[in-house]
């Protein structure tokens, strides 16, 4: 049954519309679903998915010119797209639109950001031909593109300069680098050490660690945020994958380690193979920093394999050497392939986007008044969130959501035509590199309404379509370690949020800090002040008192 409200804004819209040159387009909601007519711009098919709160965002888009000022849709648009068939018929008709690679080079220098040039690709087609070597890299702009490009796995590989690069430091069998077949068996191998159920083992963890560094912290003490989250991401990796406690010159090189890959991968990616084989200090630097991050997994392997450590919780590296499916399991390669990507994925996509969630918290007094009201019904006197605690956090979960659309930590990845393919109703010749960005998609104004600002009430809702919402790709490659992931930038937002306010350093702490050019996007150094918000001390007998803070 439709109900009175939303029966008026979908008859109002019809009504506003007109009755003219109409096409027939599903509006549907959570209690209705209806269809009304538009004078469409164009003579494409649009399909339309979204609720009646953007009954006005829609309106707008059917009427060309109508002023957004006054929209109180929601602030992202669950559609606006073309249909598969509206796309390929268009495709057909024109041929690729071609970018030199100089000119997207030149506006990445003047807005002093890479990022600005990525996202004025989508001006130029639905489908863009970069020239970027020989071949040139085809970009998908839009999500059905990228929803046809991810799900295609049989036609469009993993390969391309990005995967190179992945190759040459987490090997041939991990699940981020494995051809087709080979990565179907792996995921049945590994997806045991990353199902729900281990979750509870996983948080406490992490539950751990937060406390751990929190006692390290002092009132009004200065942190660099970058590296604190650094060292808390892969001291809950290292809990979590050795049998040892890691020292804290452990931690930092493998911090350093993973800071060297990811920073000097961008510019292998495009540099000619020859110079990236030659024995500069610069490619001695990362072929010694690959060395020892995989010499450190497998050594961890061996340790467990020798010891013969059982399938404990919250222990990858036991889980991994147990699993067993229909008779097949891995292999010491892969299981050292398998810890080498765990390790460099899961410090670095997570710590960057648990930085860059802290940061913008700090400077959004309106979000961080909300996370504080939820934070302080839920953690009493400041204490650690634990996995029981999660359900009780949804506008947490927003604000690390909303991190994750902002600041995507993987913004750019490639696949590769295995054979002549049609994407978009264009033919990819067999050998072709395409591209896709989260981050482009994440930041287009028809999808998400003021993308540039950081709104987690744009979750309200919970989860956007996984058409526009990608920061853990999509397909049958789809971050096998979602969950984990979450619930480690939730636990962690969280308890940061119930204990502490963080505050830029003033003159020190850029006002609108850039990511830094890498394989992911890291943020820069993050200068902040901690001030403790329970207002807590500890008393001479080493006991906790409370301030009047």
């Given at each position: 049954?439709?109900?009175?409200?939303?029966?008026?804004?979908?008859?109002?819209?019809?009504?506003?519309?007109?009755?003219?040159?109409?096409?027939?387009?599903?509006?549907?909601?959570?209690?209705?679903?209806?269809?009304?007519?538009?004078?469409?711009?164009?003579?494409?098919?649009?399909?339309?998915?979204?609720?009646?709160?953007?009954?006005?965002?829609?309106?707008?888009?059917?009427?060309?010119?109508?002023?957004?000022?006054?929209?109180?849709?929601?602030?992202?648009i669950w559609g606006a797209m073309r249909s598969k068939q509206a796309v390929s018929d268009a495709g057909s008709q024109?041929?690729?639109?071609?970018?030199?690679?100089?000119?997207?080079?030149?506006?990445?220098?003047?807005?002093?950001?890479?990022?600005?040039?990525?996202?004025?690709?989508?001006?130029?087609?639905?489908?863009?031909?970069?020239?970027?070597?020989?071949?040139?890299?085809?970009?998908?702009?839009?999500?059905?593109?990228?929803?046809?490009?991810?799900?295609?796995?049989?036609?469009?590989?993993?390969?391309?300069?990005?995967?190179?690069?992945?190759?040459?430091?987490?090997?041939?069998?991990?699940?981020?680098?494995?051809?087709?077949?080979?990565?179907?068996?792996?995921?049945?191998?590994?997806?045991?050490?990353?199902?729900?159920?281990?979750?509870?083992?996983?948080?406490?963890?992490?539950?751990?660690?937060?406390?751990?560094?929190?006692?390290?912290?002092?009132?009004?003490?200065?942190?660099?945020?970058?590296?604190?989250?650094?060292?808390?991401?892969?001291?809950?990796?290292?809990?979590?994958?050795?049998?040892?406690?890691?020292?804290?010159?452990?931690?930092?090189?493998?911090?350093?380690?993973?800071?060297?890959?990811?920073?000097?991968?961008?510019?292998?990616?495009?540099?000619?193979?020859?110079?990236?084989?030659?024995?500069?200090?610069?490619?001695?630097?990362?072929?010694?920093?690959?060395?020892?991050?995989?010499?450190?997994?497998?050594?961890?392997?061996?340790?467990?394999?020798?010891?013969?450590?059982?399938?404990?919780?919250?222990?990858?590296?036991?889980?991994?050497?147990?699993?067993?499916?229909?008779?097949?399991?891995?292999?010491?390669?892969?299981?050292?392939?398998?810890?080498?990507?765990?390790?460099?994925?899961?410090?670095?996509?997570?710590?960057?986007?648990?930085?860059?969630?802290?940061?913008?918290?700090?400077?959004?007094?309106?979000?961080?008044?909300?996370?504080?009201?939820?934070?302080?019904?839920?953690?009493?006197?400041?204490?650690?969130?634990?996995?029981?605690?999660?359900?009780?956090?949804?506008?947490?979960?927003?604000?690390?959501?909303?991190?994750?659309?902002?600041?995507?930590?993987?913004?750019?990845?490639?696949?590769?035509?295995?054979?002549?393919?049609?994407?978009?109703?264009?033919?990819?010749?067999?050998?072709?590199?395409?591209?896709?960005?989260?981050?482009?998609?994440?930041?287009?104004?028809?999808?998400?309404?003021?993308?540039?600002?950081?709104?987690?009430?744009?979750?309200?809702?919970?989860?956007?379509?996984?058409?526009?919402?990608?920061?853990?790709?999509?397909?049958?490659?789809?971050?096998?370690?979602?969950?984990?992931?979450?619930?480690?930038?939730?636990?962690?937002?969280?308890?940061?949020?119930?204990?502490?306010?963080?505050?830029?350093?003033?003159?020190?702490?850029?006002?609108?800090?850039?990511?830094?050019?890498?394989?992911?996007?890291?943020?820069?150094?993050?200068?902040?002040?901690?001030?403790?918000?329970?207002?807590?001390?500890?008393?001479?007998?080493?006991?906790?008192?409370?301030?009047?803070?």
């Amino acid at each position: 049954m439709m109900s009175d409200r939303s029966r008026r804004v979908a008859d109002g819209l019809t009504a506003g519309v007109g009755n003219d040159s109409r096409t027939m387009i599903p509006l549907r909601s959570k209690g209705f679903q209806t269809q009304f007519s538009v004078r469409v711009p164009s003579a494409s098919t649009h399909k339309l998915c979204v609720d009646a709160r953007a009954a006005r965002t829609l309106y707008q888009w059917a009427t060309p010119g109508t002023s957004d000022a006054t929209s109180t849709g929601p602030q992202y648009i669950w559609g606006a797209m073309r249909s598969k068939q509206a796309v390929s018929d268009a495709g057909s008709q024109a041929g690729i639109p071609t970018v030199g690679w100089l000119r997207l080079l030149g506006r990445a220098i003047r807005a002093r950001s890479h990022l600005e040039a990525l996202t004025s690709i989508p001006a130029h087609g639905d489908l863009v031909r970069v020239g970027l070597g020989n071949a040139g890299t085809y970009v998908a702009c839009t999500p059905e593109l990228v929803r046809e490009l991810l799900c295609n796995d049989a036609d469009f590989g993993k390969g391309g300069s990005f995967t190179e690069r992945a190759e040459e430091v987490v090997g041939k069998n991990s699940l981020t680098t494995a051809d087709r077949e080979n990565h179907r068996r792996q995921r049945r191998l590994v997806q045991p050490a990353f199902h729900k159920q281990r979750l509870p083992g996983y948080t406490a963890l992490m539950s751990d660690e937060i406390a751990a560094l929190f006692e390290r912290f002092q009132e009004r003490a200065e942190i660099d945020l970058t590296v604190e989250t650094n060292t808390l991401v892969a001291k809950i990796l290292a809990a979590s994958m050795f049998q040892h406690e890691a020292s804290g010159d452990e931690i930092g090189r493998v911090i350093e380690d993973i800071d060297t890959l990811v920073s000097i991968a961008p510019a292998r990616m495009v540099s000619p193979a020859m110079l990236n084989r030659l024995p500069t200090p610069y490619n001695r630097r990362y072929w010694e920093a690959r060395g020892r991050l995989r010499s450190l997994m497998a050594a961890a392997a061996e340790a467990a394999d020798r010891d013969e450590i059982s399938d404990v919780v919250g222990n990858l590296v036991a889980i991994l050497l147990s699993t067993r499916v229909d008779g097949m399991s891995l292999d010491h390669t892969e299981i050292v392939d398998q810890l080498t990507l765990m390790q460099i994925a899961g410090v670095d996509t997570t710590a960057s986007t648990l930085a860059w969630a802290l940061y913008l918290v700090s400077t959004h007094p309106q979000v961080e008044q909300r996370l504080h009201a939820e934070v302080d019904s839920v953690l009493t006197d400041g204490r650690v969130a634990t996995f029981a605690d999660m359900p009780l956090l949804p506008y947490t979960w927003k604000v690390f959501a909303e991190t994750l659309r902002m600041r995507p930590a993987v913004w750019f990845a490639t696949r590769t035509a295995v054979t002549d393919a049609r994407l978009g109703g264009h033919i990819i010749p067999a050998g072709s590199e395409v591209a896709f960005s989260p981050y482009m998609l994440h930041h287009r104004p028809d999808l998400w309404q003021r993308p540039w600002r950081f709104e987690p009430d744009r979750f309200d809702f919970g989860k956007p379509p996984t058409d526009i919402w990608i920061p853990f790709g999509g397909g049958a490659r789809r971050c096998i370690g979602e969950h984990f992931a979450m619930a480690e930038g939730v636990l962690a937002v969280a308890s940061f949020a119930a204990r502490w306010r963080l505050r830029p350093v003033a003159g020190v702490t850029s006002r609108d800090p850039k990511p830094r050019l890498a394989a992911s996007l890291r943020p820069p150094r993050l200068p902040m002040t901690l001030c403790e918000r329970t207002g807590r001390f500890r008393t001479p007998d080493g006991s906790v008192a409370r301030g009047t803070a």
